[in-house]
Structure formats: C-alpha cells, structure tokens
C-alpha cells in the first residue's frame, strides 16, 4: 500500500510503500494512496487529498503557501528572474560596438541612452518586481541582431 505524509499544515511531505495502518509516523500524519506536493495537499480536518488551484502564468515566480492554501508571489525569485530579463536586454546594447555607434543616427544614438538608462532603473520602480513598465527597445537594434 503507498502513503502520503503531511505536516500540520497539510503540506504534502513524502509518500512512502509500507504494511500496517499506524495514523503517525514519526510525528507526521499520513492517508493511504500517493499523492504529489507539486499537485496537492491534504485537508487536515477530513485527511481528503486537495487538488491545488492551477499556478498563475506569469513572468512572475509563485510558491505555494500551505497555511493560506494559495499560490503567491515569491518577491525574491521573481526579483532575480526580472533581473536576469533587464541583463539579457542591456546586451542587445552590448553589442553597439564604437563603429558601429558611430554609423547610428544621432536620433538612434539618444535613444540607446535613454533606453540603456530606463533599464538599469527598472529595479527602482515602485511596482518593482511584480508590476514593472519595460522600456520599450528602439527599433534599430530589433532590426541590427
């Protein structure tokens, strides 16, 4: 017969193949069948399996919260994803090598600078990471990859 374990909070820690029907194991309450932390948690008044809500699509990074049941925002996580996208973005300036600066219209030029000084505040924003306005990247330097 395969278990779930779950902590207190019906945080799904493990699953496990035994014989017997103890209800505690070592501290951890468990249910007969296996069931995914990634996919459910168990109710710990009616020790029923829950499947969790889909996780939200976004550019953002959501852990699930086990006390509130629901999918949240990892700050941290996602502060470094939106990090990562705003590098990936300056290299696309990176490549503007000094002859090839000095082919670019004066126009093109003032918008590399604007657009390269809007990117490294992006994490200056106030809705910073989760609510970001992105620079929108000039034209030229789509077109020159």
């Given at each position: 017969?395969?278990?779930t ?5 019906g945080?799904?820690?493990a ?6 029907a103890?209800?505690n ?7 007969e069948?296996?069931?995914s932390d ?6 710990v ?5 829950i ?8 550019e953002?990074?959501?852990i ?7 999918w949240q ?5 996602t ?10 973005l300056?290299?696309?300036?990176d490549?503007?090598g000094?002859?090839w600066?000095a ?5 093109e030029?003032i918008q590399?600078?604007i657009?390269r000084?809007?990117l490294?505040n ?5 809705g ?5 306005v ?10 020159n990859?």
């Amino acid at each position: 017969m395969s278990y779930t374990t779950y902590d207190a909070n019906g945080q799904i820690i493990a699953t496990f193949n035994g014989a017997g029907a103890k209800h505690n194991i070592n501290g951890l309450n468990y249910i007969e069948e296996s069931h995914s932390d990634l996919t459910h948690y168990i109710d710990v008044n009616t020790k029923l399996p829950i499947e969790k809500p889909t996780k939200p699509l976004s550019e953002c990074h959501h852990i699930w919260n086990p006390i509130t049941k629901q999918w949240q925002i990892h700050n941290t996580r996602t502060a470094t994803l939106m990090r990562n996208k705003r590098d990936k973005l300056l290299l696309l300036i990176d490549k503007v090598g000094p002859v090839w600066y000095a082919c670019i219209t004066q126009v093109e030029q003032i918008q590399l600078g604007i657009f390269r000084a809007e990117l490294l505040n992006v994490p200056q924003q106030g809705g910073f990471p989760t609510n970001i306005v992105w620079p929108i990247v000039p034209p030229f330097l789509i077109s020159n990859k």
